[in-house]
């Protein structure tokens, strides 16, 4: 009898358990049934992974060393994808194809790569709030004939050879204020100072904090001759198609500036 009773109150109570279990698992399935339908509200080129089109040639935002992906832009997709509770994959291409690329899709779902908000690219592409704030800059071999008082007349002769990046901002700022001169566009930053410091170019046009960088890095016998305070804005590129992916973009990268993740990377890789 007593045994019973126990019995009867041990499933009365499994009973009420499983209820609560029930109704607890129904309120998280809801749940993740709400996380599901934001995520699927986008469309992504590889499901779970945030594919991001990058350059790897443009310290301190994007580099390779040792075969791995390096920099400020690195550390902003992974915290972005992490935000959107994605997996980043990185993919190098060359930048002046990295805008296409987003636009047509398929192959990465943004471009996190120094990407300058310019009128031009918002006709293909749309971006997300900006990141970080840029200007260019001339750098010279040293002991040359172009110095500080003379580079804007000097440099805008014909005859002069401007290195710089296919499809930059850079390019266009030496195509509009050397238009004597000639931009000698290159596939990649590395290449840009390497033709210089072979005498093939005369000059660098390029993002300051990166052609500062090089200097310190790797060209020590170059310097700066002229800095510009273009105010450029770094923002991810995301397909037209895919405002849901924008939004949510903006809202990790809202999240990340008042939690003071982007303030740290600005000081880790710019300070
Ligand atoms: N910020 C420049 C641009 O958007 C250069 C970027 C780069 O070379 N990665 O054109």
Do not use: H
């Amino acid at each position: 009898m007593k045994m019973k009773k126990w019995g009867v109150l041990a499933v009365a109570g499994a009973l009420t358990a499983s209820l609560a279990l029930f109704g607890c698992s129904t309120t998280t399935a809801e749940e993740g049934a709400g996380d599901e339908a934001t995520e699927a509200s986008y469309t992504l080129v590889n499901e779970g992974k945030f594919t991001v089109g990058v350059s790897p040639d443009f310290p301190p935002f994007e580099n390779l060393v040792d075969g791995e992906y390096v920099g400020f832009d690195i550390e902003l997709s992974k915290a972005i994808a992490e935000e959107l509770g994605l997996e980043v994959e990185f993919k190098t291409l060359q930048f002046d194809g990295i805008p296409a690329a987003v636009a047509a899709g398929g192959q990465v779902d943004v471009g996190i790569t120094g990407l300058t908000i310019t009128p031009d690219r918002q006709e293909t592409v749309d971006f997300s709030d900006p990141y970080y704030i840029a200007d260019q800059s001339v750098a010279v071999m040293k002991g040359g004939e172009i110095t500080a008082d003379n580079v804007d007349d000097l440099l805008n002769t014909e005859g002069m050879v401007i290195a710089v990046q296919s499809g930059s901002t850079g390019e266009a700022y030496a195509q509009e204020n050397y238009s004597n001169a000639t931009a000698q566009a290159y596939g990649n930053a590395t290449d840009c100072f390497a033709a210089m410091q072979s005498g093939q170019a005369d000059a660098v046009c390029m993002d300051k904090a990166v052609v500062e960088q090089m200097l310190a890095e790797a060209y020590t016998d170059a310097e700066v001759v002229k800095q510009v305070a273009t105010g450029e804005e770094y923002a991810v590129a995301v397909s037209k198609d895919n405002p849901e992916l924008l939004a949510a973009i903006n809202e990790a990268i809202a999240t990340l500036t008042e939690d003071g993740t982007i303030e740290d990377l600005t000081a880790q890789f710019l300070g």
